[in-house]
């Protein structure tokens, strides 16, 4: 290929990137051009008028003559149009792509640009615009021109261009076409090499750098790129483990940590809070936790120093409030007052300044006071029955006593009816008493009848047809079974014997031999007895082996270089086989003296105190040195270095401090020697921490939330600059209500709380450290018992009431229902007894039966009842009633009232 085609093949390489043909398979090659700018001719039209203009011109000899030939030729190209073609060099047929009247020159060469590949060849005919007949003139397939400054191609930074050149007998016409830039198509890549960035500024990694577009690649021929985000690299300091230094009085903390590489060191203040989680007392040690809490991603979030305090005997701590404890039938009680949960002393005040000997404590146990028998168990036709009584003093203590058996009260298990199957037989209904063993007919137990009376003789099996479920085979047998048409899980099953032609056979495909394996011919196998066959219908029996296949051998391809040698370094060749790829020779191949591998070190600016230096490149094999990528310049160890300059200097802004952490006035550092400055010209040196300002201390200010009697309220000392929290408490509501005998808490959080009761009120109540109420259990306390007891709390340094509602507990009574027959009317009987200590009358009634409650006044008014007492009501009473009978039920003590008990009974 001359240069000029060398040329146009490569624009149209670029131009096909864009808008590929099929088969089109040009290589464009990269090198520069030397382009000059294609000046494009007139057209027909503007020839056409010039010739007219003109006239006729006489051709005469010499440079003048020439000159008046040029023109004539011009005035004659005038004359004719030109209609662009393509030929095909396999059949010949000519295919118009168009004319310069139809469409501009660009257009038409574009038309031209995408026409042509491999195969083609451009032509141009040209037609006399004053022939009436249109015939071409017979110089028809002038070939392209070969002139290399018309043509060049375009690149990612600048455009290029084609041109398209005839020779016709009277004269040459031309087509321009301008190609668009290609982005594809790098020719000035540069490459540098890596600059590692300091702590904080940017390097960059090593690549080509196109000078055209200003993009980055791994590879000399500008196929990889390299993002820009990728390209620059960004210095990072290089800092140790994070360290964490606590202040002498454990008010303050900070964690630091310092660059290896600048030795800047970064300070991260903290909070520090204070708790002392375990109290010293008289058993124990307590211990004190300072805690410091750190904002910051790069630190601990937060950081604890304990600090332990020594057993003080004179701290009772856990002091904890127990009430008087009456002793019980079985179990001795003990007399009010404080124990301590560490020592075990008891005490008469909170403040176990008087101690209660433990003798003294005690109380002794009562002994049993028994109500009369109730039956819990009724006796069976086989079992004992049970009855029991309670003591009067305690509930749970229970005596119980055994009941003779009654013959005629049977436990009875239904046995329900199944139908017999094949095989089992079946039963009809029936019924045993789990006592006796008995069996019955009916559920009332009035049929007795024989064992095994109710059975189902079995069916017996109604058999299909035999059925072959498993063929038999060469060398196994095979099966037939049949099924029962009453239960298809019941069948049987018969042995066939074996086949001798019936061959379970597996194919083994054919495989090609290889390089180093042999292959195969396809044969079968039988499962069975092992034989051997060529064919599935088993006529042929081959002997085992017969259908290897000998492996073929090597074909290797020519050698090729996969590691170019070095300097230093030895390269490699390989070459594979053409057969299997997989397979690969390798051989060495030795150095080469010229082939350095070059690390580039970029240019750095001096420092105040650190010399810089010019770039340079080092061989990584044989250590010489270069000025340039190229190592066709040699230079001497350390020629490059840059004297340094003097500081640089950063300016640390002022910061104002806080409650807890201190703050700075303005400063400045030095970059390069870390030393510290006044003014931003470096003239005033100062030591390192002298800018720190000290912290303010907190602001502490109290807000109260009132409590209600509904809502619980709190008490907030905090710091009213920066909202740290000193104290915080909550206040207990102003009204509780409690039932004798029962506890609350009186306060939800009663750490920092202590209680007080009055000394009149000590008796029915008692308060515990842990904010817990107990109101004692003494029906002889109900009849002067205050309604309103105030107990003081003091939280916080403050004093408040709790205004506490005692309320005396609702009777305890059990009532049981009877059917019964009244007057011949059918009816219900509502038993029950009581023995309310301490109470003075006792108020039932039945919801929503007036009539009844007047008659239950006369009758029922004592708050102790020696027999049994009832209520009958009627079928219709009860009905009327929804079937569920409501009693209320009120004790009173002299003029107290208790709480009124609901019962409803079904």
Same mark, same amino acid.
């Given at each position: ?112 640009? #995408? ?242 000997? #433990? ?548």
């Amino acid at each position: 290929m001359n240069i000029r085609k060398k040329w146009i093949a490569m624009v149209l390489a670029f131009t096909m990137a864009v808008s590929p043909l099929p088969g089109a398979a040009v290589r464009a090659e990269n090198t520069e051009p030397a382009g000059e700018e294609v000046v494009e001719l007139e057209t027909a039209e503007e020839a056409e008028a010039d010739a007219e203009s003109l006239g006729e011109v006489e051709v005469q000899e010499g440079e003048t003559a020439e000159e008046e030939l040029d023109a004539a030729v011009e005035v004659r190209a005038a004359r004719y149009s030109y209609t662009w073609f393509y030929v095909s060099t396999v059949n010949g047929t000519d295919v118009e792509i168009g004319t310069e009247g139809e469409a501009g020159k660009e257009e038409l060469g574009k038309r031209l640009v #995408e026409k042509y590949y491999e195969g083609k060849t451009i032509v141009c005919k040209s037609k006399d615009l004053n022939d009436e007949n249109g015939e071409f003139l017979a110089n028809a397939y002038p070939s392209v021109s070969d002139k290399e400054d018309e043509t060049f191609p375009a690149n990612c930074a600048e455009e290029g261009k084609i041109t398209f050149v005839v020779d016709f007998n009277f004269g040459e016409h031309k087509l321009g076409v301008t190609l668009p830039k290609d982005p594809n198509v790098h020719t000035e890549l540069v490459y540098e090499a890596k600059e590692n960035g300091k702590c904080e500024e940017l390097g960059h990694v090593a690549g080509y750098t196109c000078q055209g577009c200003g993009k980055h690649f791994e590879d000399e021929e500008a196929k990889t790129e390299i993002a820009e985000s990728s390209w620059v690299t960004k210095g990072i300091h290089s800092w140790n483990e994070i360290l964490y230094a606590w202040a002498d009085n454990k008010k303050s903390c900070i964690a630091f940590h310092t660059c290896s590489k600048c030795s800047k060191v970064e300070v991260i203040e903290s909070v520090v809070t204070t708790e002392t989680t375990d109290l010293a007392t008289c058993k124990s040690e307590g211990k004190t936790t300072y805690v410091a809490k750190f904002t910051s991603d790069l630190c601990e979030k937060q950081v604890t120093c304990e600090v332990t305090l020594p057993i003080d005997p004179k701290v009772h701590t856990k002091l904890e409030y127990e009430a008087l404890v009456d002793a019980t039938c079985e179990e001795s009680g003990h007399a009010a007052g404080y124990t301590c949960q560490g020592c075990g002393k008891h005490f008469k005040d909170i403040d176990a300044k008087i101690e209660i000997a #433990e003798d003294s404590w005690i109380i002794s146990a009562k002994g049993h006071d028994w109500k009369e028998w109730e039956v819990t168990k009724s006796p069976t036709c086989k079992e004992k029955g049970e009855r029991i009584r309670e003591c009067r003093r305690d509930a749970d203590h229970i005596e119980r006593e055994e009941l003779p058996v009654n013959p005629k009260k049977h436990k009875l298990d239904v046995t329900v009816a199944k139908d017999a199957t094949c095989t089992e037989a079946g039963n009809s209904l029936y019924y045993t008493c789990q006592e006796c063993g008995k069996y019955f007919l009916d559920a009332d137990a009035k049929t007795e009848i024989k064992e095994n009376s109710w059975v189902i003789p079995a069916k017996g099996h109604d058999w299909t047809e035999w059925e072959v479920v498993k063929q038999p085979t060469c060398n196994a047998k095979g099966e037939i079974v049949r099924t029962c048409k009453r239960d298809a899980s019941h069948e049987e099953r018969k042995e066939l014997v074996e086949n001798p032609k019936a061959h379970k056979l597996t194919v083994t495909l054919a495989k090609d031999a290889t390089c180093t394996e042999a292959g195969n011919i396809e044969y079968y196998t039988c499962q069975e007895c092992g034989k051997y066959f060529s064919d599935p219908g088993t006529e042929n029996e081959i002997a085992e082996n017969s259908w290897i296949i000998p492996a073929k051998g090597h074909d290797w391809t020519e050698w090729e270089v996969t590691k170019t040698p070095t300097c230093t370094k030895k390269g490699e060749r390989i070459r594979t086989c053409k057969r299997d790829a997989s397979h690969v020779e390798k051989e060495e191949l030795p150095e080469d003296p010229k082939a350095h591998t070059l690390v580039s070190t970029a240019a750095k600016a001096p420092t105040c105190t650190e010399n810089g230096n010019s770039a340079y490149y080092t061989c990584q094999e044989c250590g010489k040195h270069f000025s340039d990528p190229g190592a066709e310049n040699e230079i001497a160890k350390e020629s490059w270095i840059i004297k340094a300059t003097g500081h640089k200097l950063t300016k640390t802004a002022a910061k104002a401090a806080t409650c807890t952490a201190a703050g700075n006035s303005e400063y400045y550092t030095c970059k390069e020697c870390g030393k510290y400055y006044a003014d931003a010209n470096g003239k005033k040196e100062i030591k390192k921490d002298s800018w720190v300002i000290k912290a303010k201390g907190h602001q502490i200010r109290e807000k109260e939330i009132k409590p209600t009697a509904s809502k619980e309220g709190s008490l907030v000392r905090s710091c009213e600059a920066c909202g740290y929290v000193q104290e915080q408490y909550t206040l207990p509501r102003t009204a509780l209500k409690l039932i004798m005998g029962k506890s609350k808490k009186i306060i939800s959080k009663a750490e920092g709380c202590t209680f007080a009761v009055p000394k009149s009120a000590k008796k029915y109540l008692a308060v515990a450290k842990t904010g817990k109420i107990t109101a004692a259990k003494k029906p002889e306390l109900y009849k002067g018992v205050k309604k309103i007891v105030p107990v003081k709390v003091k939280v916080g340094g403050k004093d408040y009431t709790v205004k506490v509602k005692l309320e005396i507990p609702a009777p305890n009574i059990k009532i049981i229902k009877d059917p019964v027959v009244i007057g011949g009317r059918r009816g219900y009987r509502y038993t029950f007894q009581y023995d309310l200590a301490g109470a003075t009358k006792i108020r039932v009634r039945i919801k929503g039966m007036a009539s009844a409650n007047g008659e239950l006044d006369r009758y029922i008014s004592k708050a102790k009842s020696d027999k049994l007492s009832y209520v009958n009501l009627t079928s219709e009473q009860v009905n009327n009633l929804k079937n569920k009978v409501t009693f209320q039920i009120t004790a009173y003590y002299g003029k107290r009232v208790s709480k009124t008990r609901k019962i409803p009974v079904r």
